[in-house]
């Protein structure tokens, strides 16, 4: 696997602009929020300085009231992403800051972990020391911020706003809610997209239909200054997704390691923490099913669909170790496609839905970062051979097809890697499972 490990640096050598990673040369110019985690990661065993550096970029965006933006945008002229600042207009926002510009919604909470890994794998102790004085406050603010104005009926429960937060943008799981958006065309900004320009990509992004929701809500939040208050009043779409609070429960752990460290009372960490997981087992553990469903606030109703998703709570030692073992079974069996052996795991979606897209972004295909998150997640439980295999499967579509952004699950298909090749968050994840192999 040599190779593999050099291709990896490569390509997160590729995408380094002087000022962070990007996602990807082309499609994703500037820096993105969970990407800038899973790439830290993957740095801290090539550079830890620019591992650092990358998450002292991204918590320059960091509003005041601790929320952190989904991207935070460079300088670059020639960088074309839609929406861009002028669309999404966060300078009417409160707490934003002058600069750097930003979006106005955030994405799933890594960053505790991926400060707490780097703190293990710091060159010294002082340096450890020193990171983590610099990230502790600006993590629990970011912590508070989602406690305070993300979980308006005090149950320990996030809830999303818009698809793009939760980072798997067309997943099956939106797609009722988004449903029950009316669209005037008449009313809905004019805008144009620049994802249709990479020819690859292109075919498998998500459709016209999707975006003229995404714009929808984007113009709703807009138009209400980014104000939580009035948002949690008046957004038609407030999910709480299992992927993201289980993440959340994930990083709360890392808040608590770090603050003991630095001799911090957590009790307050402690205490969302605790509530999350009991809420999460009261609100969206699916005993029928055997999995996380996510649930929709507006509707008041479980969304209780085969979504990998589903399985993440695991990241986040939200379930017991019976709940894990139900979800294993998921794995192994027909729902994910562990057994007949015929696909790579894990699917976004089960290969068993009937509206499966093996090509279509979320809606079918295997994507890096959430196998990563499922091989912790098995480890956390000891389930080491299914991780195992997560992680074989996982390499083997790099190794065969290359960097790209997600890959068809089915074993043989004529064409693997979809989406944009050179993808970083690809890369540093190889390279975070490559360098187990280095140190056992
Ligand atoms: C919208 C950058 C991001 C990832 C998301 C992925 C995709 C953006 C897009 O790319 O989303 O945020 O334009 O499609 O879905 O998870 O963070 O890699």
Not at 357 to 383: E, S
């Amino acid at each position: 696997m040599r190779h593999l490990f050099a291709e990896a640096k490569a390509v997160l050598e590729a995408n380094f602009n002087g000022q962070f990673t990007k996602p990807a040369p082309g499609l994703y110019p500037h820096q993105w929020n969970w990407d800038a985690g899973f790439i830290a990661l993957g740095l801290a065993h090539l550079n830890w300085d620019r591992a650092v550096a990358e998450m002292r970029h991204l918590f320059a965006g960091q509003w005041s009231n601790g929320f952190l933006p989904h991207i935070v945008f460079g300088d670059d002229p020639a960088a074309h992403y839609f929406p861009g600042p002028a669309f999404w207009q966060t300078n009417q926002a409160k707490a934003a800051p002058p600069s750097p510009s930003t979006s106005g919604i955030s994405q799933p909470p890594i960053h505790g972990q991926v400060i707490w890994r780097l703190f293990q794998l710091a060159p010294s102790r002082e340096q450890g020391m020193a990171l983590l004085e610099e990230f502790y406050s600006k993590l629990l603010r970011l912590h508070q911020y989602y406690y305070q104005f993300r979980d308006p009926d005090e149950e320990g429960l996030i809830l999303i706003r818009h698809p793009w937060e939760a980072g798997t943008d067309n997943s099956p799981y939106w797609d009722h809610t988004l449903a029950q958006i009316a669209i005037d065309s008449a009313e809905l900004p004019s805008y144009e997209r620049k994802d249709l320009q990479n020819p690859q990509a292109a075919q498998h992004r998500p459709t016209q239909y999707d975006y003229d929701r995404y714009v929808y809500l984007v113009d709703l939040f807009r138009r209400h200054q980014y104000d939580d208050v009035q948002l949690n009043a008046v957004c038609p779409f407030q999910i709480q997704d299992p992927l993201f609070n289980g993440v959340l429960c994930w990083s709360n752990e890392a808040l608590i390691e770090m603050g003991h460290v630095l001799g911090e009372d957590v009790l307050e960490i402690i205490l969302w923490n605790e509530l999350t997981v009991h809420s999460m087992n009261e609100k969206l553990w699916n005993q029928e099913k055997g999995y996380y469903h996510a649930f929709d606030r507006v509707a008041h109703a479980p969304i209780p669909i085969p979504v990998n998703s589903g399985l993440l709570p695991l990241v986040g030692l939200v379930p017991t170790q019976e709940q894990a073992e139900a979800m294993l079974r998921h794995l192994e069996g027909p729902t994910f496609g562990g057994a007949p052996k015929d696909v790579y795991l894990c699917p976004t979606y089960s290969p068993q839905a009937k509206d499966i897209d093996y090509a279509r972004y979320w809606r079918g295909p295997v994507w890096i970062n959430t196998n990563w998150l499922l091989y912790q997640g098995l480890l956390r439980y000891d389930m080491k051979d299914m991780a195992e295999r997560v992680r074989r499967d996982s390499l083997e579509l790099l190794d065969q097809f290359g960097f790209y952004e997600y890959f068809d699950p089915r074993k043989g298909a004529a064409q693997a890697g979809y989406g944009t090749a050179q993808f970083s968050w690809s890369a540093a994840l190889c390279l975070d499972w490559l360098a187990e192999d280095e140190e056992e």
